[in-house]
């Protein structure tokens, strides 16, 4: 079972920047993919950004062009680089990993955009 450890959230102004860190208890370079997923109160959970074992990304239209998902192998994490942020990005963020069929989750972190 894969563990997985969020850091990186907090409390910025509209405009500022965040960068996101997942952890993960062993090697990534063989997980199909992982991913960041948000979650703002009421609603649900939704992908945010992926990145694929061997680099490819998509990302939701809301934050094309503002956030970038990144991995280093070497030190078995991912990243989550959020420019330009908007009160709308408001939520709890959530790192995901993909090995076969089973989905593992980290705890998530809070993210807060205040205008």
């Known amino acids: 079972q894969v563990q997985l450890v969020e850091s990186g959230g907090g409390l910025v102004q509209a405009g500022e920047s965040l960068r996101l860190s997942c952890v993960a208890s062993e090697s990534i370079s063989s997980i199909n993919f992982m991913a960041w997923y948000h979650q703002a109160p009421g609603k649900q959970r939704e992908l945010v950004a992926r990145i694929t074992n061997t680099g490819s990304t998509n990302y939701a239209d809301s934050v094309k062009g503002r956030f970038t998902i990144s991995r280093d192998n070497a030190k078995n994490t991912v990243y989550l680089q959020m420019n330009s942020l908007k009160p709308e990005d408001t939520a709890v963020y959530y790192c995901?990993?993909?090995?076969?069929?089973?989905?593992?989750w980290g705890q998530g972190t809070q993210v807060t955009v205040s205008s």
């Open positions: 995901a990993a993909r090995r076969y069929v089973s989905t593992y």
